[in-house]
Nanobody, 116 residues
Framework: QVQLVESGGGLVQAGGSLRLSCAAS????????IGWYRQAPGRQRELVAV???????HYADSVKGRFTISRDYTKNTVYLQMNSLKPEDTAVYYC??????????WGQGTQVTVSS
């Protein structure tokens, strides 16, 4: 499996910004998809944003216009820029990558807490 290490979570006031990073142990060039999910207490894990090998991006409706996913092939890292954060964005954010031969891998998660 691929190791994914998230960073950048923390506590921020509503309206603020955070940038999450996910560093992969191997090249992300060949990943089928790579992206971010989140899970709030008592809720199911949900897709936040994903980017495909071809560069197509998909966002959850709840974050469109506020979050941006991007990647840096030279650093094998994918980012999630989160702006205009809301208390309902509070969750553990997980990095997810799918490779055709290696399957699906998850990071350990990073906590994002947005105070009102």
């Amino acid at each position: 499996q691929v190791q994914l290490v998230e960073s950048g979570g923390g506590l921020v006031q509503a309206g603020g910004s955070l940038r999450l990073s996910c560093a992969a142990s191997i090249s992300i060039v060949s990943s089928k998809t790579i992206g971010w999910y989140r899970q709030a207490p008592g809720r199911q894990r949900e897709l936040v944003a994903v980017i495909t090998r071809g560069g197509f991006t998909h966002y959850a409706d709840s974050v469109k216009g506020r979050f941006t996913i991007s990647r840096d092939y030279t650093k094998n890292t994918v980012y999630l820029q989160m702006n205009s954060l809301k208390p309902e964005d509070t969750a553990v954010y997980y990095c997810n990558a799918e490779y055709i031969l290696l399957g699906i891998s998850w990071g350990q998660g990073t906590q994002v807490t947005v105070s009102s």
